[in-house]
């Protein structure tokens, strides 16, 4: 857990940072974001003691920092920034190695852990160990600066603009990336962006600042809701209701979906929902494989011919989108309800547009 | 027209055309005796016409390959030819020394005239520019450099030259000249080496230092706008008195003339380039590097050791590559206040008027002007790191 109290950071006359108190819980990611200038990065820089602070309290575990040694500290505390400074004379493996050499671990150990990390991050350690720097893209060169922050299995991650530098195509595999690794690792991350979307997708809690004071620190949800004051309300923007529904997952209000196999009757079909225009078409083994019209329906002699085929990436949601994308695709095929599907295509149920409306209404409460 | 002359590699026309002209010029000249003046003869004169056909063949040959600007054979080629036309040039003088030198009185010397040094530039131009073509094939690339260079080498061993009024220069002072040699080798490297660290020293004060960074650079500056003769003859004065003042100094061989200002004006002059380098070198560095290798818990010392050192090595030894080459000719005029070194054979042979006796210094400082240099990138490329040189 890490606690800033009263933290204040003066350059000459200006405060960059300006009485921030604020408390990070363990194994959460805190994202601190704000327009430039605001002293995100003068925050996230005082806590390994890059920047000391003027005046104010910077506790990890209770213990104050500054009790420490500001080299062991950082030793204890990966560091990854925007752009990147992966050391240009070594090679992957020995930019990764970095911190492990500095606290003297054993060569196997070493070894061992750059062979973990690039696995972890997704690059093949044989083809990637004695690779230079400069003879890799801005994505993996990021990812290598991610394994290197992580390399001495630190509890607390400071990340500076990590996806910063990298196209956005790129940034969102990397970000994907990110969530599944912290799924895995529970690390204490305290991440600093001035990408909105980004710190909705990734945060457990957002701290917005503004000319270095805390406005707000809450869940992107609740930030989303209700905005603490006029500059969080411009700030996240007037499409923070779409940005909201980016957080809740579509889990809460899948139902029951009228569906047929392909090779019911067609007498058989009006059975299955009397009111609902749409019927989902499913094979044997109840994967997806289109839809039924039934304002159509009557001039169809079976289901085989009255279905419109779809492929279910197209046409369905996955049972972990979140509303966002469950709104999208609907708005993109014109639909009012959408599929959802499992991993192996199996249809689960269905969500409609009216459910997304009441879900959103019922967070703005 | 022209430009379709032209469109040939302008630096291999550039040295065919020099060597063209060179022919006609005198390349020998036959002196009665080692200082009176002499009779010039063209090659025409000293070759036979087989000689003549064949160096102006080479020539042609050296201009219709630098048409071919594509693949290493015709850059080889031509710079074989080349080498072929600088050795044959030296052979042809140094038979023809023995020859004219038959017929005549004993103190008559045979000495290289205008046209043979002319040539000389020319076929070194071209092998240049072959050079700078074979970048890619370092084996191909260093052949036509050195060839040559190493045939001339055992060709002067095997006595071919000795007629030539140098290599009788030469004859009479092999001691002096093996000792001046080494005095000259000391002198560079006592200074390169003490003005290496001085400067090093004063490139990592700048770039820690804000106040410092500008007076640094001044006098730095300053320091290599004193024509090299003037600081040499400054700092007699401020020498002698100090050895006057404490004869301990004088003890253990520091006085106003001899090696110790020498030594001083060549670590004057080194400091420039060294200290330049130095700071540019540990300025250029990406802050980003230096900031992750700080936020990862390295110490000052360590992110010196470990990133400031081997990324700004190139570029501190390029500094010092500068400042040994510059040296070896600055050394020159260390013998004007008596610390002796290669130049000795130049001002002696100012004073007597003897021009082979100047180029009996001139040629050898010229020679490890160029050994030192070739050295010392060699020394620069080992210490480029890998990740640096070039992404491939």
Redesign the interface.
């Known amino acids: 857990m890490i606690r800033l109290e009263k933290v204040t950071k003066r350059y000459g006359d200006t405060l960059a940072v300006n009485g921030l108190s604020i408390e990070i819980n363990a194994g959460e990611v805190c994202v601190i974001i704000g327009p430039s200038g605001c002293g995100k990065t003068t925050t996230l820089r005082m806590i390994n003691r890059l920047i000391e602070p003027t005046s104010g309290h910077i506790f990890i575990d209770g213990r104050e920092i500054h009790i420490e040694k500001p080299e062991q500290l950082r030793r204890s505390i990966g560091y990854a920034i925007q752009s990147v400074g992966l050391f240009p004379h070594m090679t992957v493996a020995e930019n990764i190695a970095i911190v492990p050499e500095l606290l003297h671990w054993e060569k196997n150990r070493v070894s061992g852990r750059i062979e973990e990390l690039l696995t972890l991050v997704g690059l093949d350690p044989v083809e990637y160990a004695l690779k230079y720097p400069n003879q890799m893209s801005g994505g993996e060169a990021q990812r290598i600066g991610v394994a290197r922050a992580l390399a001495a299995n630190p509890p607390i991650l400071l990340m500076d603009e990590p996806f910063g530098a990298v196209d956005p195509l790129t940034r969102e595999r990397l970000q994907a990336q990110f969530i599944r690794i912290q799924q895995e690792l529970k690390k204490t991350i305290i991440l600093v962006t001035h990408d909105l979307d980004e710190a909705i997708r990734l945060a457990d809690r957002i701290a917005i600042m503004e000319s270095g004071k805390l406005v707000q620190y809450d869940t992107p949800e609740a930030i989303l809701a209700k905005p603490a004051n006029k500059f969080v309300h411009d700030f996240v923007g007037t499409d923070r209701a779409l940005k909201r529904l980016s957080r809740i997952s579509i889990k809460g209000i899948v139902k029951h979906a009228p569906s047929v196999s392909i090779n019911t009757p067609m007498k058989d079909v009006h059975s299955v929902c009397k009111q609902c225009r749409w019927v989902w078409v499913v094979d044997d083994d109840r994967r997806l494989i289109g839809w039924i019209d039934r304002a159509i329906l009557p001039e169809a002699s079976s289901v085989k011919e009255a279905v419109v085929r779809g492929n279910p990436d197209e046409i369905a949601v996955t049972n972990s989108a979140t509303l966002r994308e469950a709104l999208s695709r609907m708005l993109g095929q014109g639909l009012k309800s959408i599929p959802v599907v499992d991993d192996s295509d199996h249809l689960v149920g269905e969500v409609a547009l009216s459910d997304i409306e009441a879900a959103t209404a019922e967070t703005e409460a | 027209m022209i430009r379709r002359v032209f469109s040939g590699d302008t630096v291999t026309i550039t040295g065919v055309v020099l060597g063209l002209i060179s022919l006609p010029i005198g390349w020998l000249t036959l002196k009665p005796s080692r200082i009176s003046a002499g009779t010039s003869l063209g090659l025409h004169e000293i070759a036979d016409w087989a000689g003549l056909a064949l160096i102006l063949a080479l020539w042609l040959a050296c201009f219709t390959l630098s048409y071919f600007r594509k693949g290493k054979l015709p850059a080889a080629m031509q710079g074989a030819a080349a080498n072929v036309i600088l050795v044959l040039s030296f052979v042809l003088s140094g038979l023809s020394a023995t020859r004219l030198l038959e017929s005549e009185a004993a103190y008559a010397r045979v000495s290289l005239g205008a046209g043979f040094w002319m040539t000389c530039i020319a076929a070194y131009i071209v092998i240049f520019a072959s050079r700078q073509r074979l970048d890619n094939s370092p084996v191909l690339r260093n052949i036509v450099s050195w060839t040559g260079i190493v045939i001339l080498l055992f060709l002067l061993i095997a006595g071919w030259f000795k007629d030539l009024s140098l290599m009788q220069e030469f004859a009479g002072r092999e001691e002096r000249f093996v000792q001046e040699l080494i005095h000259h080798i000391f002198l560079v490297g006592i200074g390169v080496a003490i003005g290496t660290i001085l400067g090093i020293l004063l490139g990592i004060w700048a770039t820690r230092n804000k106040r410092a960074e500008k007076p640094i650079f001044f006098i730095a500056n300053i320091t290599q706008t004193i024509p090299s003769l003037a600081l040499f003859g400054l700092l007699i004065a401020p020498l002698s008195a100090l050895s006057f003042a404490f004869p301990i100094l004088r003890e253990i061989g520091i006085r106003g003339v001899g090696d110790t200002p020498a030594i001083i004006a060549l670590i004057i002059y080194s400091l420039l380039p060294i200290t330049r380098n130095t700071y540019v070198g540990l300025r250029q560095l990406?802050t980003?590097?230096?900031?992750?290798?700080?936020?990862?818990?390295?110490?000052r010392m360590?992110v010196f050791r470990?990133?400031e050192v081997?990324?700004a090595a190139p570029l501190v030894l390029e500094g010092v590559r500068t400042a040994s080459v510059q040296s070896v000719g600055l050394a020159a005029i260390a013998a004007l206040i008596g610390a002796g070194g290669l130049g000795w054979f130049i001002f002696q042979g100012l004073g007597q008027a003897a021009a082979d006796l100047i180029l009996l210094g001139a040629i050898p400082i010229i020679v490890l002007a160029i050994i030192v240099d070739a050295v010392m990138r060699t020394i620069v490329r080992l210490a480029t790191?890998?990740?640096?040189a070039?992404?491939?």
């Open positions: 990406d980003a590097v230096i900031d992750a290798g700080i936020g990862m818990g390295m110490s360590q470990k990133i081997p990324l790191p890998e990740g640096l070039g992404g491939n």
